[in-house]
């Protein structure tokens, strides 16, 4: 099955948690779509809001207000870079920078082959280590310039 | 909602009386008071998202602390002193409609509102993308009014965008075309064309004037509205000059009276007909 | 396994004391985030493989156990060998069998996993002797590092739940709130709201229901205190929540988490649901007939969430977009029903004052800021991590007693406090005290306890431009002066930092900054303005080199700067060549370096790197 095209039991099997009509879960039911996908698709939030009893205009505006989740599919390594102050002062942007330039993407941006997504993060809260980039949720401290893009690659 | 409470306050060194649970808005408008306002509309729900109805208030017992609310929101209080025109909130409108112009540089709308505080060029830099829309809110409080709750406001921030789920024809609206109607800038667009009205990627089907087979309003709006108010959908399926038309006639007529011409009055309280137009 | 009375816990804690005290040595391994990403889990598994092969559980009478952060992340994985209080740093899992064979079974201190202080260069042993340490005056952060957050009973071993059944068993609601008034306590999250003042309208508002929730959502970038009293001692907040529930009489509560944290979204979960078993929340808590539960919300990503009324439109399910609080939460907040929301820290502190006394908390600190507080000391700073200290420190004293004083004793800049709503203060405020009210007068504020320490290497407008960035990304867009204003503000300093500022511009973003202050619907958009009305206040002569000149004299605006090497300094010894990651640096050995200035990127990795700042700016 594609990225692009979901499993609508497993959708279903998500949302039959939730009470019927319960409009409050709305934000918990599409963290759980998109912890399961990867991301949140149309197919998907369609049958919540029929199982929540939520217009589909209320879920996709809560889908592109809040960052946690992504309309489109990410790719098999998510790379979050900490942009906190912590962070930033020492380099962060830099490899930002390097990151783009390495796989020709843009933060927010996957790349073609869908390997890689790459992403900025207002803090995780590690700031004692800065610089910090995530691999998958794997935290990588003290990042200098150039090593990371060798730590990605070298996984391709 | 407001209660039986009565309140005084003060506006502009004048003395006036509200109820418990009325806003300083509420108060100004009942007085004709002036206060400039542009996501306000009194059917709905107020939300300060513009800043434009801002006012100052004090009060005796503040201790001399006075400060900036939004007239739109504010519930007046006991003892309340309020103040709508100073240099300070000139100062402030001045800027948001700067900051609007900046916006929405194309905007006729915008451009005459920001001269009337002396604003013919923005100060800021200029919007890149083209735009009218000034994110007051009201089509999507409207559309949440009328029960149908078919468009929202996307993003945050910024990047904010009114839209349609998923970038496809919203499945709630019902084409009533209140949205295009309440925008103060003109940026929602519809086209009703022949028996079709196309608002939001649809193409609605209108229902036609059973007496003189004008469009009436989308079918679509019509099954709503019935549904919603429980009136019979024949009812609905009459457009409004027939349906007036169709009144006088049926009370004319149980007088034995000959049917209506145009110009002709039912009563002496001259309600004319309008013609359709 | 549940606790049914008072006296039950009494005897509870006493079987839990006495089975740690079974123990004579103890080997602790911090768990937190920090340490958990330099390998610290496999350090216990290595410990855990060594004492089992070697029976030392018995012989030694020896346990093994995870903790929260102890807040030195940058020097761990951390190991603690109590009760001789020995600290490692830096172990990895090669090092156990040492640790094993000469410390836990010799006796024997390990030299070269000590600390070595920055200053005196000496190796310290003693984890209290530690300068981070030793001034440090733990409340909130009690049991972290002591008990392993996974296991109820060290918590209540260590007191937990003392001050809970003393609330529902010997004070009236009315006695709580009365004690929490005199202690003085004052929301830790960066309000100061007198929490005893908050708790008190609560109660006397007539509507019902009543909730009580917890603002874990720190979303100030650089601030972590709430991530580690989560992940290391997740009662601690659970009890207070309990007992404000009980002082303000509801029935229901949330912690609203940002989704950033996943480790202490896990801790949290398994102490409520082992708080539930044990009868400490949820229905009739240590059988007095009183009912509260806790439930998770996690963020999506939204800052902006962690204002009040957002936060609540977030739990209730819809987009968090402030409302204007004319009406205070207190009385209207979540589902328009009176709640409470406190910080993570102001809950932790609550249990303590309630065993301890009011008097005691309100005698530390000072007269209108009492108590301690949690600080995140990061940045340009030797000794970075989590400390608490008494109101009323000053800065130089946390930055330069504590902190150890700036990396590589570079010149210190400035240091910035209270998240994206606070300032930057130069050198001339260091003596400045630490507390609610007198960061505010020089133009910053405490906020919620993040401090980051810049040194000359940090441009003070780019500063300002970051915090900007930040807040346009975080916007909920809700008003125009945020939305459009902080836009704006943005876009000018953006051109200042590219090259393209105008003269006039400073006053521009003063004259815009004071309508975004007095118009702006919530306090994101009205402390939007202080990060770069700060910077202008304290360093405006960089704003002006930056317009004027088109110069970054910091070497971090990349279009107004180039670096060079220079060759009166520059030793040859190659280190620059090997960081640079474009490869545009060239020289032989113990000859002088020289940067190609067209491949060149300004990233500045030569000018870390090299030990004798032989890369200038110019």
């Known amino acids: 099955m594609s990225k692009t095209c979901i499993d609508p039991k497993k959708a279903r099997k998500i949302l039959d948690r939730y009470p019927e009509g319960d409009q409050t879960g709305l934000i918990h039911a599409l963290q759980d779509i998109q912890a399961e996908f990867g991301y949140v698709p149309r197919e998907a939030v369609e049958i919540l809001c029929e199982r929540l009893n939520v217009p589909i205009s209320k879920a996709f505006a809560a889908a592109t207000f809040y960052k946690a989740f992504s309309l489109e599919p990410k790719g098999d390594v998510v790379i979050r870079v900490c942009t906190g102050t912590a962070c930033h002062i020492r380099g962060a942007q830099t490899l930002v920078d390097e990151i783009c330039v390495a796989l020709d993407i843009r933060p927010g941006g996957t790349t073609k082959d869908l390997k890689f997504t790459l992403e900025t993060v207002n803090c995780v809260g590690a700031c004692a280590m800065a610089p910090v980039v995530a691999l998958n949720g794997e935290y990588h401290g003290n990042v200098q310039p150039g090593s990371i893009t060798k730590k990605i690659q070298g996984g391709k | 909602m407001t209660t039986d409470k009565t309140i005084n306050l003060e506006i502009n060194g004048r003395f006036f009386q509200g109820r418990e649970g009325m806003t300083i808005l509420d108060v100004a408008r009942r007085e004709g008071i002036p206060i400039t306002t542009l996501c306000h509309h009194d059917a709905l729900e107020p939300v300060g998202s513009c800043r434009l109805c801002m006012v ?207 110009g002709d009055s039912v009563c002496d309280a001259g309600v004319t007909p309008v013609a359709h137009r | 396994m549940r606790i049914k009375s008072v006296k039950s816990l009494a005897s509870a804690a006493k079987t839990a004391c006495a089975e740690r005290a079974k123990n004579k040595m103890e080997v602790l391994v911090c768990a937190g985030t920090g340490c958990l990403a330099n390998g610290s889990l496999d350090v216990v598994k290595s410990f855990d493989r060594a004492i089992k092969s070697r029976n030392l559980d018995t012989k030694l009478k020896l346990g093994l156990k ?88 060290d918590y209540i071993a260590a007191d937990g739940y003392a001050g809970l059944a003393k609330a529902l068993t010997e ?231 504590i902190g150890g004083g700036i990396i590589r004793d570079r010149p210190f800049k400035a240091v910035q406090t209270g998240g994206p709503s606070g300032g930057c203060l130069p050198e001339s405020k260091l003596d400045l005290p630490v507390d609610f009210d007198t960061l505010t007068d020089a133009g910053s504020m405490m906020g919620s306890g993040g401090m980051i320490v810049m040194d000359d290497r940090t441009c003070m407008v780019d500063t300002a431009r970051y915090f900007l960035k930040f807040l346009v990304d975080e916007s909920c867009g809700k008003c125009v002066p945020c939305r459009e204003g902080v836009h704006q503000l943005h876009q000018i300093l953006e051109a200042i930092c590219r090259g393209d500022g105008k003269p006039g511009d400073v006053e521009k973003i003063e004259s815009l900054s004071d309508v975004i202050v007095a118009a702006s619907l919530c306090a994101l958009g009205k402390s939007a303005p202080n990060p770069v009305l700060s910077t202008i206040r304290h360093f405006r002569r960089e704003y002006d080199a930056h317009i004027n000149n088109r110069k970054c004299s910091a070497g971090v605006c990349r279009n107004l700067f180039t670096f060079e090497i220079s060759e009166e300094k520059c030793t040859g010894c190659g280190l620059c060549a090997k960081a640079c990651p474009v490869d545009c640096i060239v020289g032989e050995l113990k000859k002088v370096h020289r940067i190609d200035g067209k491949e060149c990127t300004r990233c500045g990795a030569c000018r870390n790197v090299c030990p004798v700042d032989a890369v200038e700016v110019v």
């Open chain 2, 56 to 262: 100052e208030i004090t009060h005796p017992d503040w201790g001399g602390w006075k400060g900036l609310v939004t007239a739109c929101l504010y519930p007046i209080e006991e003892g309340l002193k309020v103040t709508t025109d100073n240099e300070e909130i000139r100062r402030v409108k001045r800027t948001i409609l700067d900051l609007l112009l900046a916006r929405c540089p194309e905007s006729e709308v915008i451009q005459k509102l920001a001269a009337e505080y002396g604003v013919t060029t923005t100060s800021y830099i200029k919007n890149e993308v083209e735009t009218t829309c000034i994110l007051c809110g009201l089509c999507v409080r409207v559309c949440e009014a009328k029960g149908c709750r078919a468009i929202s406001a996307a993003g945050r921030g910024i990047g904010k965008a009114i839209a349609i789920p998923f970038k496809q024809p919203p499945p709630d609206c019902i084409g009533c075309a209140s949205c295009a109607h309440i925008c103060p800038t003109g940026t929602i667009k519809y086209q009703d064309t022949g028996n079709v009205r196309k608002i939001w990627g649809h193409s609605f089907e209108m229902a036609k004037c059973t007496i003189c087979g004008r469009p009436v309003m989308p079918e679509k709006q019509l099954a709503f509205e019935a549904d919603k108010s429980g009136l019979d959908p024949d009812y609905l399926r009459i457009c409004p000059v027939c349906s007036q038309q169709k009144t006088v006639e049926t009370i004319r007529s149980s007088f034995g009276i000959s049917p209506v011409e145009s």
């Open chain 3, 66 to 153: 995870t903790t929260g952060c102890h807040g030195f992340c940058e020097n761990g994985p951390l190991v603690v060998i109590q009760p001789k209080g020995i600290f490692y740093k830096g172990v990895k899992p090669k090092d156990v069998k040492d640790i094993v064979d000469k410390t836990l079974i010799n006796g024997e201190v390990i030299e070269r996993l000590l600390y070595r202080d920055a200053n005196t260069k000496e190796r310290v042993e003693q984890y209290t002797a530690i300068p981070f340490y030793a001034r440090q005056l733990r409340i909130a952060l009690r049991n972290i590092g002591k008990i392993d957050p996974g296991n109820i009973d």
């Open chain 3, 171 to 401: 004070m009236t609601p009315e006695e709580v709130i009365e004690a929490v008034t005199k202690s003085g306590l004052r929301g830790r999250g960066g309000g100061g709201f007198p929490t005893g003042r908050k708790w008190k309208t609560c109660r006397n508002a007539a509507a019902e229901p009543k909730y009580v929730l917890c603002n874990a959502d720190e979303g100030d970038p650089g601030a972590f205190m709430d991530r580690s009293i989560c992940e290391g001692d997740p009662h601690a907040v659970l009890e207070g929540m309990v007992i404000g529930a009980w002082a303000v009489g509801a029935a229901e509560g949330y912690i609203y988490i940002r989704e950033e944290y996943p480790l202490a979204v896990k801790h949290l979960q398994r102490a409520i649901e082992q708080a539930r078993e044990r009868g400490l929340l949820g229905d009739d808590i240590l059988g007095t007939g009183f009912s509260y539960d806790i439930k998770i919300a996690r963020g999506g990503g939204a800052f902006i969430c962690g204002e009040s009324s957002a936060l609540m439109k977030s739990v209730a399910g819809e987009i968090g977009e402030p409302r204007a609080k004319y009406v205070h939460s207190v009385i209207r907040g979540l589902h328009d029903r009176p709640t409470v929301l406190n910080n993570v820290e102001t809950w932790s502190d609550v249990p303590w004052i309630i065993t301890e006394g009011a008097e005691k908390f309100a005698a530390l600190g000072t007269k209108k800021s009492t108590g301690t507080k949690v600080f995140s000391l990061v940045g340009k700073v030797k000794n970075t991590g989590l400390i608490e200290v008494p109101m009323g420190i000053t800065l130089r004293e946390i930055i330069f007693d």
